[in-house]
């Protein structure tokens, strides 16, 4: 169960009113957390640093690897494979190691997805953090949209960053404790306040 989208709207309506534009423009996210935590981390894993498009179809690619174009293979069966494996896929050797460590993380017990859908945030990074592949960026990603967490602040995305720049009208792209005091107001919503930055971001390309 996501939270409350609307409450969380009407909050960052009231304490900052250039939401409202936004609101207005583009609603809210329609959000579902996931079912299968290992899945979600391994598709992330698959699409970091990559176009959609392209994405899609290696994504496609890596789960035909075991049978099926949608369905993502369970973790022993990953944990069991080779980089050599996965290569023709289109997955570059440091995913393939990436999605065979998460794999092996999942299958010896080190993490399993009723710990993590009942952990809380800090607890999340804590167990995903030591998996190659996945970094502070990975786990707020996983957290925002895998877990539907309200009050994560992606300070190290640069959406996000660029948004909020564009956002309070900065000369510079603002740094990580800028970030924090800005958003400070925004608690405990600042999951959907980070997606309406990427939708600033969005609308500035769309102007040009």
Do not use: N
């Not at 804590?126 to 877990?147: C, E, H, Q, T």
Request: charged fraction near 25%; hydrophobic fraction near 45%; include cysteine.
């Amino acid at each position: 169960m996501t939270y409350d989208l609307a409450a969380a709207a009407a909050h960052l309506q009231e304490v900052e009113p250039r939401f409202v534009p936004l609101v207005e423009r583009h609603g809210v996210p329609d959000l579902t957390p996931t079912r299968d935590p290992f899945a979600s981390l391994g598709r992330a894993i698959i699409y970091q640093q990559l176009a959609g498009a392209a994405a899609a179809t290696i994504h496609k690619r890596f789960c035909l690897l075991f049978g099926s174009a949608t369905r993502f293979p369970r973790p022993a069966r990953l944990a069991a494979t080779t980089v050599e494996t996965l290569r023709p896929a289109g997955i570059s050797r440091g995913k393939a190691l990436a999605l065979i460590d998460l794999a092996t993380h999942f299958h010896d017990g080190r993490v399993t997805s009723r710990t993590l859908l009942a952990a809380d945030d800090a607890t999340v990074a804590a167990m995903l953090l030591p998996i190659r592949g996945i970094g502070p960026w990975s786990v707020d990603m996983f957290s925002m949209f895998g877990l539907c967490r309200p009050d994560v602040w992606p300070v190290g995305d640069l959406g996000v960053r660029m948004g909020l720049q564009h956002f309070l009208r900065l000369r510079a792209l603002p740094e990580p404790k800028r970030m924090a005091k800005a958003a400070a107001p925004w608690r405990p919503w600042r999951s959907l306040a980070a997606w309406y930055m990427w939708r600033v971001v969005e609308d500035r390309r769309e102007k040009r």
